[in-house]
């Protein structure tokens, strides 16, 4: 997808949470500091340590909020919700779960909102680009920032990445491997427009899935107006293919 575009953004963790259950005995002293960490417990002279699982704990994202986890069907640990919103979707069409739409590898800075006004100004600095208004970007390579920038989203190091430590926008390769494990892929191609999902009821069947995604739409990158609501579904990959960036798409079409 063009990478002015306005797109759903969702965490998801570097590694897959294993199942075991182990516990770490160790006569520490200092017994307080250890049992504050998440998922400690301790009794006198000894400290166990339970690994946190997915779907356990929640992240608190870069914008305060805390994001639940769920346990993807790929094995990986996903947020539970879009950026921007921490309210599971009832349905596929739940606006409340709809969440913010980013442009491609921009920071959190206002713009994401989808009540946020527009700008013909094209930013020069991806790291700070001086406004909070949703950048239109007409032209090619129809990107928010001149000159292009590869490198702002990808793995959890990456300049701008919108996901809390250790977080980050999934790839298009994960998003590949978690659709393929749902159950959702048919026929899917790795164009420009990334991983397309297919079946008798595209919406609905993502929706099904553990990570419940809504079609919340995307944000025009010339018009900065609001499409698709409620019949499309566009998840940002961190991946860029050539001067596009991949995404995960579905509508409710067979």
């Known amino acids: 997808g063009k990478v002015g575009i306005g797109r759903n953004a969702i965490g998801s963790f570097e590694f897959a949470p294993g199942p075991?259950?182990?516990?770490?005995?160790?006569?520490?002293a200092d017994q307080a500091r250890i049992a504050s960490l998440s998922s400690t417990v301790y009794s006198p002279g000894a400290i166990s340590l339970q690994p946190a699982l997915c779907g356990q704990y929640s992240v608190v994202g870069l914008d305060g909020l805390s994001y639940a986890t769920?346990?993807?069907?790929?094995?990986?640990?996903?947020?539970?919700?879009?950026?921007?919103?921490?309210?599971?979707?009832?349905?596929?069409?739940?606006?409340?779960?709809?969440?913010?739409?980013?442009?491609?590898?921009?920071?959190?800075d206002g713009?994401?909102?989808?009540?946020?006004?527009?700008?013909?100004?094209?930013?020069?600095?991806?790291?700070?680009?001086?406004?909070?208004?949703?950048?239109l970007s007409p032209s090619s390579p129809y990107d928010w920032v001149t000159p292009q920038d590869n490198n702002l989203w990808g793995d959890a190091n990456r300049t701008n990445n919108v996901?809390?430590?250790?977080?980050?926008?999934?790839?298009?390769?994960q998003w590949a491997t978690w659709s393929n494990d749902a159950g959702l892929t048919s026929g899917a191609?790795?164009?420009?427009?990334?991983?397309?999902?297919?079946?008798?009821?595209?919406?609905q069947a993502a929706y099904n899935t553990n990570l419940k995604l809504p079609a919340a739409g995307d944000r025009h990158y010339s018009s900065g107006s609001l499409l698709s609501?409620?019949?499309?579904?566009?998840?940002?990959?961190?991946?860029?293919?050539?001067?596009?960036?991949?995404?995960?798409?579905?509508?409710?079409q067979p």
């Open 163 to 173: 996901c809390p430590a250790g977080w980050h926008v999934p790839s298009q390769a």
């Open 20 to 28: 075991e259950s182990v516990a770490v005995q160790d006569a520490y």
């Open 70 to 108: 769920v346990l993807g069907a790929d094995g990986k640990c996903w947020f539970a919700t879009n950026l921007g919103t921490t309210h599971v979707p009832t349905s596929a069409t739940d606006s409340a779960g709809y969440g913010d739409l980013y442009q491609w590898g921009r920071l959190r």
């Open 111 to 135: 713009h994401q909102l989808t009540t946020s006004a527009t700008t013909n100004t094209l930013a020069t600095n991806p790291t700070n680009p001086g406004t909070s208004s949703f950048i």
């Open 229 to 252: 609501q409620g019949s499309n579904g566009y998840y940002w990959a961190g991946t860029i293919t050539g001067t596009n960036a991949y995404d995960l798409n579905f509508n409710s």
């Open 189 to 203: 191609s790795a164009g420009n427009n990334g991983t397309t999902l297919c079946g008798s009821n595209c919406l």
